[in-house]
């Protein structure tokens, strides 16, 4: 079993206590959202896009991100993860800025509601709505979907969306270490269901906020791993975590997509933890596990 160097163990550490005690000693979403607030806020100014603003993609809030405003620039469709119950656009601003800013890409970056208020299907269809504007305000440019755990499931089901409701066209999907099977059965999360920032007990909780009908854990927009039919999607990159209880999630998912035949490139951080490519400012390799998702995305969509 891989162990994280003394550096990462001191940052997983620091970021666990940190971070409320979900599904456990705190269960209800407003002091959940109130703990979280009341940490204070990164000292650093923002990396400055050339364009970034506020939009409304028929009903659901969106920031884009324009590094370059070339007509030709490609697109990003982006969905923030956190349980489908955590974060929002502010969470991940400095994410998409990066992205957007490595890539040439334009980054939408998504607004959809949030369980327990708002459980499935609200994200993804929030974030198909958002698709369908991105693709109407950028016609003609090639498009992506990218994601980060619980965004990385909305990515994925944004294939299947596009493909069954006749479009958008989609060219990439870049999942980051995602979020795929509720029924969260495979070894790692036994193997990392403690100790490693991200919990069994977090993931227990937020998939209970997001599908509370058991019937529902079943649907392929909410289970893609476990129950979709993956023929025919985009080329995919997928980047897994070694210490994550999610890594075999994200492991399953690009075996399952080789089988489909569909395109796939996948890298594993074996000493890396959950969320760690938002990290890179703190640590080497997540700086250089980022530059190298980045790059990806970006030959992947031919950005000048």
């Known amino acids: 079993m891989t162990h994280p160097s003394p550096e990462v ?8 206590a940190a971070f409320p005690p979900l599904g456990t000693e705190m269960t209800d979403i407003a002091e959940v959202r109130a703990f979280l607030a009341s940490r204070p806020a990164p000292a650093l100014p923002p990396l400055p896009v050339a364009h970034v603003r ?29 349980g489908f119950v955590l974060c929002d656009l502010d969470s991940h601003d ?37 698709l369908l504007w991105t693709a109407k305000t950028f016609p003609g440019r090639r498009t992506a979907v990218a994601g980060d755990s ?68 079943t649907d392929p927009r909410a289970a893609p791993l476990a129950h979709a039919d993956l023929t025919g999607l985009p080329p995919a990159h997928v980047v897994t975590a070694g210490l994550d209880p999610l890594r075999d999630d994200g492991l399953a998912y690009a075996e399952a997509l080789t089988a ?14 959950h969320g760690f490519l938002s990290m890179a400012a703190a640590l080497p390799e997540a700086a250089g596990a980022r530059e ?7 030959t992947a969509l031919g950005a000048a």
């Open 9 to 16: 163990r001191a940052f997983i550490d620091r970021a666990a």
């Open 54 to 82: 506020d939009d409304d993609a028929g009903g659901v809030p969106v920031r884009v991100y324009d590094p370059c405003r070339h007509e030709d620039a490609p697109v990003v469709l982006f969905c923030h993860g956190g």
């Open 94 to 130: 400095d994410f998409c800025r990066r992205m957007a800013d490595a890539t040439g890409a334009v980054v939408v970056s998504v607004d959809y509601r949030r369980a327990p208020e708002h459980p499935f299907p609200a994200g993804p269809e929030d974030a198909y709505t958002a």
């Open 150 to 217: 619980a965004g990385a499931n909305l990515a994925t089901v944004l294939t299947l969306l596009a493909r069954e409701r006749g479009g958008p066209e989609l060219a990439f999907q870049a999942l980051y270490y995602p979020m795929l099977d509720p029924a969260r059965s495979r070894p790692s999360h036994r193997e990392n269901a403690r100790g490693y920032f991200l919990t069994a007990d977090h993931l227990r909780w937020y998939w209970d906020s997001y599908l509370p009908d058991p019937a529902r854990r």
């Open 260 to 273: 489909a035949r569909v395109p796939v490139q996948a890298h594993h951080y074996a000493g890396m933890f």
């Open 292 to 298: 190298t998702a980045f790059a990806t995305l970006r």
